[in-house]
């Protein structure tokens, strides 16, 4: 009785454990584009099964059954699935369009040029059934209204306007009637974003009352307003010298442009010595009158002791300064009466 039971309970076992048997197929390997009907977990050998290509593909002529063979794989199929081709596209006017293929699944993006608004979808998908989700886009140009015009001016358009429509890029110079001055943007355009840009003022400038200049003068004593583009002279007393422009102009700010300056001479502090002046030497007391210019540049003598010899060392004048060269020794009176051959300026030069 025992032994009966227990063959019993081995075989209920049995019936529970997992299949393991090489003899069944899986389930067949069937990629992204081919499906089969019905779905079970394994099957027997000889069991047959349909494949078909999924929405979207289109199949190849060939056998589309494959059997579950003895050995527990699957015959090869001969079924090739290809993805369905969506017409090419055309293109873009005023715009670009961005694909890698156009088969089921591939997708386009427009976009269109700079000035131009995309009208409609600006990605289509290629569908299932060989059509693009939506009509291709297009690009319209922006368009501005009217210009705006500065009171007391006007705009003279690049080319003359037809019909009522302003698109992107339309533009214009813009002037003032005279003698009202243009302050802003001269060019003006329709722009991206549908607006014109930012338009010029006219404006009537004037400049204050020219004022003087000091050791100078101004050459037409014109103590008035002046107006834009009106210019003034200026000269500078005897000894000076002008530093910056002679002219100055009213600018578009109402301001004057930079006035020059009048720079003084200078006096050269040496009592006893020689100089080198344009070219040419000069005893100190000979040179008259001692006055250089602003700029000027002239040249003292200084001595090289170890080597005994002199040297000429320059230095310039600079609006009413000049420095003597530290090098410079000015010689006692003794010396420079009697002793002058032993002077710098007198012996060998380097
Ligand atoms: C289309 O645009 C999307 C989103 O910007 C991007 O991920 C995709 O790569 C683009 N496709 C192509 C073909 O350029
Ligand atoms: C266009 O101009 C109008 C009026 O000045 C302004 O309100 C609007 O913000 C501007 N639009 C853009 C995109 O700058």
């Known amino acids: 009785m025992a032994p009966s039971l227990s063959l019993l309970l081995i075989c209920l076992l049995a019936l529970y454990t997992p299949v393991t048997s090489k ?31 999924k929405r979207g593909y289109t199949p190849s002529s060939g056998s589309r059954t494959i059997i579950c063979t003895a050995s ?24 670009d369009m961005e694909f890698v293929d156009i088969v089921y699944r591939s997708i386009i993006n427009y976009t269109c040029h700079e000035g131009y608004i995309l009208q409609g979808a600006s990605t289509i998908e290629c569908l299932y059934d060989g059509q693009w ?43 003032c009637f005279p003698p009202l001055v243009l302050i802003g943007n001269e060019r003006g355009s329709c722009s991206t974003n549908g607006n014109w840009t930012e338009p010029p003022e006219c404006k009537l400038v004037t400049c204050s009352a020219p004022t003087g200049i000091k050791n100078g003068y101004m050459t037409i004593n014109d103590k008035r307003e002046h107006g834009f583009k009106e210019t003034v002279k200026y000269g500078c007393n005897v000894d000076y ?11 578009k700010t109402g301001d004057w442009s930079m006035k020059p300056v009048c720079r003084g001479s200078c006096k050269i502090g040496i ?39 002199g ?12 420095n003597i060269p530290a090098c410079f020794e000015e010689p006692s009176g003794i010396t420079y009466q009697l002793k002058y051959n032993f002077l710098p300026f007198e012996i060998a030069q380097w």
């Open 311 to 322: 040297y000429a060392v320059s230095t310039q004048c600079i609006d009413g300064k000049l």
């Open 133 to 175: 989700s939506d009509p291709p886009p297009k690009c319209t140009p922006v368009i501005c209204g009217l210009p705006p015009i500065p009171k007391y001016g006007k705009i003279v358009y690049d080319r003359t306007l037809t019909g009522n429509t302003i698109v992107f890029g339309f533009g214009g110079t813009y002037e």
């Open 271 to 309: 009592k006893r010595g020689r100089i080198l002046f344009n070219g040419k030497t000069f005893w100190i007391e000979g040179f008259e009158p001692n006055k250089i210019l602003h700029a000027d540049i002239v040249f003292v003598f200084c001595m090289n002791k170890e080597n005994k010899c």
């Open 23 to 53: 003899n069944e197929c899986g389930r067949p390997p069937l990629g992204d584009d081919k499906e089969l009907e019905g779905f079970q977990r394994v099957y027997s050998p000889g069991d047959e099964v349909v494949l078909s290509c």
């Open 241 to 251: 010298v002008l530093d910056g422009p002679v002219e100055i102009e009213c600018l």
């Open 72 to 95: 527990g794989e699957w015959t090869k199929s001969r079924l090739t699935c290809s993805a369905k081709s969506c017409s090419f596209p055309e293109a873009l006017d005023y715009g």
